[in-house]
């Protein structure tokens, strides 16, 4: 592997055949390759290394839900409580995930330790024993391991009868933090790639399974025990993660959002194959799934609800279940209420918010009593330009041209004159610099089609301001 | 020998009226228009669990066969349950989006709406069907654009189905089509008409001009003109004004005939 440092090609990283006939990180290709001609060279890619862990850690959150990425080459899991599958022995854990390993063609260095430190560093180091480290290993600068060396002090076990105060003196607190954790003195907490979920229901398979109809029905075995743990919590799960563990080590995923907590494991099954539907590529289960995982990383309090004797409709929970149905389906982007903004400009006064996100806004402005209405009912993102003609220069339009058809205007009201948001633009407060204003008119062509025009600028703002349909009335 | 006695009618009156009592209703409820003349001449109105067919009489009115629809569904009774309004992209590009000022400025409630977008006809047509069978909805409206082949009899059947057994209603605008043999239980032309103006030549009140081509009832056509109002959230019937001949109310006329006169 090589990379380009200081504008020389250097090598950033070699194999075990590379390091036998002497080279090392850090040599120039050039020197590298006077050495080894035939030497074969690949260009260093950083972020594939990392997407590779990234999916190595996926794999390994059989093990253990707090899996960690350690950069450049590391991974740190930590198994505290997780090795009740393998006899609560927990090299057997590290013989299997070293063999997993091998099947994928990786070579790993695995080593355990009482403190994520301890296990870096002898993974990093090779050696089995802390006090066997060498005084690198506390990773505290050139300078102090220089001067730990010349004082004679080569491993750790030199440094871990000493006392300790001096050599706070001599070398710093965070030295002897340092020399603490990899002593397993004191431990320190991974933060986990992911959050570890509230619940997670896992099933674990001797045989890997292929067939769908098996996976299904394992999910939902997995979601009659999820909504059972819920159910003691009074909880209710807003999200619902299953993961697929495939024998030879990758991950696939699926997640579920709801609007609301919930804890109906039919629902949820619903919801699933929905999710399992509409998958743009289908579950390939390649050799099997040897292991399926069902985790809720969020869950909200959900008190039991009563059902009434009388066999009334639960519309709000209907509707929910709905939305949730359309949203897996569709994307929950795309199922959406509508909220107002502070804003007077026309289409910035209302968005549409994703259905799951929240409630819609109830207390809308009411219609006046008398009069037309004076919004349109459609309206376009971006208005559309037309081609217009009016009688005089500030006045209404006379017939306007709109995808290609002629619009004879009979009856007109207007102009409702919306001024710019002068405070969006730089300088805006200077006189002519805040945007052109819009004057709105309401007006019916002479086929009865109502229509919402703008011009895009007064006379006094601009020579030859531009007209725009901006919506139609009903 | 008394064959009427054996009829659990003679012979059990209060069997007979407590089986009456838990029959289905024998008519379907129906909406009203509001407008008279209509509700007269449709019997009452539309089928309220049924799937209705609205189509633009120009390629510009599929807005106005869009609004006729929103509007209908106003009529409904006020409810917890929303209105759904399901339309495409393509729709939604060539038509704009809601506005809800401008929905409650017709006397709606746009807390009601709820929008659903998919990326084309065929999720639209099941996100629909869903949306009729799950009984959340009051109303469920689909906005097509164009002659789309997916809407077809087999469709639309399924949708009238999930409507008559949900009591939903459902309504199906077609901008932008021709018709074609469907399920819907009626069929209408929409068009948008001059309005009445407000004082200053304003342009008024949202104003139709209906026209029945199809009704599973048997109602003969008929065209209308009727115009919403807001205040009562109804339409009523309008009088013709302006240049326009008296003609256009007669089960004959056409409105295309008006725009070419």
Redesign the interface.
């Known amino acids: 592997m090589v990379e380009k440092q200081r504008g020389a090609m250097r090598l950033a990283a070699c194999d075990t055949a590379a390091l036998a006939l002497g080279l090392s990180a850090g040599m120039a290709l050039a020197d590298a390759r006077a050495r080894v001609p035939d030497l074969a060279v690949f260009d260093h890619d950083p972020a594939a290394d990392i997407a590779l862990l990234g999916w190595l850690a996926d794999g390994c959150e059989r093990y253990s839900p707090a899996c960690m990425i350690d950069p450049p080459q590391g991974l740190l899991i930590d198994i505290t409580g997780c090795t009740h599958h393998f006899g609560d022995d927990a090299g057997r854990l590290a013989k299997d995930l070293k063999q997993r390993l091998r099947r994928q063609g990786l070579t790993g260095q695995i080593a355990l330790g009482a403190t994520p430190d301890s296990a870096r560093a002898k993974a990093l180091y090779a050696k089995s024993a802390i006090h066997a480290l060498p005084v690198e290993a506390l990773d505290a600068g050139d300078k102090v391991h220089q001067a730990l060396r010349r004082a004679g002090l080569k491993t750790l076990k030199d440094l871990a009868c000493r006392p300790r105060k001096p050599f706070a003196a001599r070398f710093g607190k965070a030295t002897v933090v340092k020399l603490a954790r990899l002593l397993e003195e004191e431990d320190t907490r991974i933060t986990p790639r992911r959050h570890v979920p509230v619940i997670t229901v896992t099933q674990n398979f001797a045989e890997p399974i292929s067939r769908n109809n098996d996976v299904l029905d394992t999910i939902a075995t997995l979601t009659h025990q999820a909504a059972a743990q819920l159910n003691d919590r009074s909880q209710g799960g807003r999200r619902f993660e299953v993961s697929l563990f495939r024998s030879d080590g990758h991950v696939a995923r699926l997640a579920v959002d709801t609007g609301t907590p919930t804890r109906d494991s039919a629902l949820l099954m619903r919801l699933i194959r929905e999710r399992i539907d509409t998958l743009s590529d289908p579950l390939d289960p390649g050799f099997g799934y040897d292991r399926i995982q069902l985790s809720v990383p969020t869950a909200d309090i959900l008190l039991p609800s009563q059902a009434g004797l009388e066999t009334k409709?639960d519309?709000?929970a209907?509707?929910a279940?709905?939305?949730d149905?359309?949203s897996v389906?569709?994307g929950s982007d795309?199922?959406?209420?509508?909220a107002?903004r502070n804003s007077h400009i026309?289409e910035r006064?209302?968005v549409?918010c994703a259905?799951q996100s929240g409630q819609?806004?109830?207390d809308?402005?009411?219609?006046?009593?008398?009069?037309?209405?004076?919004?349109?009912?459609?309206?376009?993102?971006t208005p559309q330009r037309v081609e217009s003609l009016a009688s005089i220069p500030d006045g209404p339009p006379r017939q306007f041209r709109w995808?290609k058809?002629l619009h004879h205007i009979?009856?007109?009201?207007g102009p409702e004159r919306i001024a710019a948001e002068w405070w969006r633009r730089k300088a805006g407060h200077e006189p002519g610099k805040g945007g052109p204003t819009r004057d709105y008119y309401?007006?019916?062509d002479?086929?009865?089609?109502?229509f919402w025009l703008f011009r895009h600028g007064l006379y006094s703002e601009t020579d030859a301001p531009i007209w725009y349909l901006h919506?139609?009335?009903? | 020998m008394n064959i009427k006695a054996i009829l659990p009618t003679a012979a059990f009156p209060s069997v007979h009226s407590a089986w009456k009592q838990y029959q289905p209703n024998a008519s379907p409820p129906l909406l009203p228009i509001g407008a008279a003349e209509v509700d007269r001449r449709l019997h009452g109105g539309i089928v309220q669990a049924g799937l209705h067919e609205f189509f633009g009489g120009a390629k510009a009115d599929s807005y106005a066969a869009a609004a006729f629809a929103l509007l209908l569904a106003w009529r409904l009774p006020d409810s917890d349950a929303g209105i759904f309004w399901i339309t495409g992209d393509k729709e939604r590009q060539t038509s704009g989006r809601l506005y809800p000022l401008g929905l409650s400025a017709m006397g709606g409630n746009p807390s009601r709406i709820w929008l659903v977008q998919t990326a084309d006809l065929r999720d639209a047509l099941r996100a629909a069907a869903d949306t009729i069978r799950s009984k959340a909805a009051h109303a469920v409206i689909l906005e097509t654009h164009g002659n789309a082949r997916l809407v077809d009899l087999t469709s639309t059947r399924r949708l009238a189905l999930a409507a008559a057994e949900s009591g939903v209603l459902a309504l199906l605008v077609r901008g932008d089509a021709v018709p074609m043999p469907s399920a819907a239980s009626t069929r209408w032309q929409i068009c948008s008409a001059p309005s009445v103006p407000y004082p200053g030549n304003a342009p008024g009140l949202p104003t139709f001009d209906l026209r029945l081509l199809r009704h599973r009832g048997g109602t003969a056509p008929f065209a209308a003109r009727v115009t919403w109002d807001h205040a009562t959230r109804s339409f009523f019937d309008t009088p013709l004004s302006g240049g326009l001949s008296a003609a256009v109310t007669d089960t004959e006329a056409d409105p295309q005939q008006r725009f070419r006169a």
């Open positions: 409709v519309r709000s209907q509707t279940a709905l939305i149905r359309l389906r569709l795309r199922v959406r209420y509508f107002e026309p006064a209302v549409e259905a819609p806004q109830k809308w402005p009411q219609a006046t009593e008398a009069g037309p209405p004076m919004r349109p009912f459609r309206l376009f993102e995808r058809n009979v009856a007109y009201e309401r007006v019916e002479s086929e009865g089609r109502r919506g139609l009335f009903a």
